[in-house]
């Protein structure tokens, strides 16, 4: 089974099991169907993270996360005058590109884990761009209303001949990513990092008409995906593992858990507003110490065995009331914690993340990104290039420290991604789940293993359950969904509530029983599709699928 979210990227993943791959291939394949279908999402432009399961094995990852090139320093996003930039001016451009990951994490998760031969699982992507695909309603009103940043050449890859953005369900060829994409199949991945095509990437960030970066072609040569330690917990009879720094996603969504397991979140049930105060109390208190310690750690020390603590999670949990909310949050101090401080950091809503099993069991768990909509809004050989290094701090300081995520050369950003596996008291994979939209990613996972372990929900109607997220005081009650109407209720316990649509974006696989049960969120197009080439009907949420990423 495949769950991923466009149903022509899940069935590019089927088409390798059937052909006897691994869930390796599989999910190979639907990363580069994904690239094709979903360009505004995540691609080989791009980087993530990588979880895999094997039936007799150990759990596995990879750090696929772009770097930023060795020139990078401190004052990266600093205009002339010695101001910083805003976000929204950081992104556009070579600057924010940072050394694309998603082709090394692929061939390293290859050589572990795949059966078919390298060029096959470049089939369907292939096919895609060369015969075309319909613009799909993420695609076409992402174009609308968040591509003002791009290229004109980028543009002319999604527009009618008069420069107006294709209409939904218009037909797109990409020749150029086709020709690229054969290449690759052909040549290896290698051919991406160095040669002609490492050439053409260095020349449009450096040349970029807006922040020209100063990326070389060392750079590109020198990276390299590498394996981290996983970050697990017990949360209740149940093992949650995720991704470690300098993913933050893993370490908030297991701290998130454990500060909730005190309570009896069952028996409060998933229409008490009381379970979603709690739930918005332990996230603010996350997120305060996710945003302070979570960097590269590469180049940071990272207190991560301190933040899992139990007696320091215990600590918070008892910060926090059923009754009251709290007036204000601030960072704890978990054993082994650094002595610095972070500025604030906007993280762009975007990213893709699918579910792979195959017949064997092995299961694969990936969340991959080019960051926000269009990444740079830079092209190259019709494939979009990430602004991934603007999820860096941008300014290095405050208050006197140095900040975990500032900016360094050679270093990866922090990021929300949360791809996570869940296990049974039996020791097998219960639940592999992961989302897409920013920073909400880590309430997203956190909600939807809450849902299947709490609240018995399908993992298809844990993803659907509206959203209450709460990275500070203010907390965000997912419009158009059951926690608007909660909105009262939630008030009476003192929260600070405004309606949003958060545009939300998870897939999951389940197993129940002796089968495998996929979920895809109605929010977008995401299907979960069988090895069969069964796909589970899902209501759409209808408005909520035109929401930004």
């Given at each position: 089974m495949v769950s991923a979210a466009d149903p022509r990227a899940a069935a590019a993943g089927v088409e390798m099991l059937r052909a006897g791959g691994t869930a390796t291939d599989a999910a190979i394949a639907t990363m580069l169907a994904l690239n094709v279908v979903e360009p505004q999402s995540s691609g080989i432009g791009g980087g993530g993270f990588w979880l895999s399961q094997g039936v007799n094995g150990a759990l596995?990852?990879?750090?696929?996360?772009?770097?930023?090139?060795?020139?990078?320093?401190?004052?990266?996003?600093?205009?002339?005058?010695?101001?910083?930039?805003s976000h929204q001016d950081a992104v556009p451009g070579g600057r924010s590109v940072g050394v694309p990951g998603s082709l090394r994490g692929m061939a390293l998760a290859h050589r572990s884990g795949g059966k078919l031969p390298w060029a096959t699982l470049f089939l369907p992507a292939i096919r895609l761009a060369r015969d075309g695909f319909k613009v799909s309603p993420r695609l076409g009103n992402g174009m609308a209303r968040y591509g003002g940043h791009i290229t004109p050449e980028t543009r002319a890859l999604f527009s009618a001949p008069d420069g107006s953005p294709l209409p939904i369900g218009a037909t797109v060829r990409n020749p150029a990513q086709a020709a690229l994409l054969e290449r690759i199949a052909k040549r290896g991945p290698d051919s991406f990092y160095v040669g002609p095509e490492a050439q053409k990437i260095v020349a449009t960030v450096n040349g970029a008409a807006r922040n020209p970066s100063k990326m070389t072609l060392g750079d590109l040569a020198t990276y390299d995906a590498k394996p981290r330690a996983p970050v697990c917990v017990k949360y209740r009879v149940y093992r949650v593992c995720g991704m470690g720094p300098p993913s933050s996603g893993g370490l908030a969504v297991l701290m998130i858990l454990k500060q909730l397991e005190r309570f009896d979140m069952a028996?409060?049930?998933?229409?008490?507003?009381?379970?979603?105060?709690?739930?918005?109390?332990?996230?603010?208190?996350?997120?305060?110490?996710?945003?302070?310690?979570?960097?590269?750690?590469?180049?940071?020390?990272?207190?991560?065995?301190?933040?899992?603590?139990?007696?320091?999670?215990?600590?918070?949990?008892?910060?926090?009331?059923?009754?009251?909310?709290?007036?204000?949050?601030?960072?704890?101090?978990?054993?082994?914690?650094?002595k610095r401080q972070r500025a604030p950091v906007s993280e762009v809503a975007g990213t893709t993340s699918l579910s792979v099993v195959d017949a064997r069991g092995n299961v694969v768990q990936v969340t991959t990104t080019v960051e926000g909509y269009f990444g740079s809004g830079l092209t190259v050989d019709g494939t979009v290039l990430n602004n991934q290094l603007t999820d860096f701090d941008i300014v290095p300081d405050k208050d006197g420290y140095v900040v975990a995520n500032r900016v360094e050369g050679g270093k990866r950003p922090r990021s929300s991604m949360a791809p996570t596996i869940v296990y049974g008291p039996d020791g097998k994979v219960r639940l592999a789940v992961g989302a897409a939209g920013g920073s909400t990613i880590i309430a997203q996972v956190a909600k939807a293993i809450i849902g299947v372990v709490d609240w018995k929900l399908p993992a298809q109607d844990a993803i659907a359950m509206g959203l209450l997220y709460a990275p500070g005081h203010v907390a965000a009650a997912e419009k158009g969904t059951e926690r608007e109407a909660m909105v009262p209720a939630l008030r009476a316990l003192g929260e600070t509530v405004q309606v949003s649509a958060l545009g939300l974006k998870a897939n999951a696989i389940e197993r129940v029983g002796n089968r495998w049960v996929g979920g895809a969120d109605p929010r977008s197009e995401g299907v979960a599709m069988a090895q069969d080439g069964s796909v589970a009907p899902i209501q759409r949420f209808g408005a909520l699928q035109r929401a930004p990423e």
């Open positions: 596995g990852t990879i750090d696929f996360r772009e770097k930023a090139p060795a020139a990078a320093d401190e004052r990266w996003f600093y205009a002339p005058d010695g101001t910083p930039l028996k409060l049930g998933k229409d008490s507003a009381q379970a979603w105060h709690l739930f918005a109390e332990s996230s603010r208190l996350t997120y305060a110490d996710r945003d302070l310690y979570v960097g590269d750690p590469d180049h940071v020390s990272v207190p991560v065995k301190g933040m899992l603590d139990p007696g320091y999670l215990a600590s918070r949990s008892a910060l926090i009331s059923p009754a009251t909310t709290m007036a204000s949050v601030t960072a704890g101090t978990p054993p082994g914690a650094p």
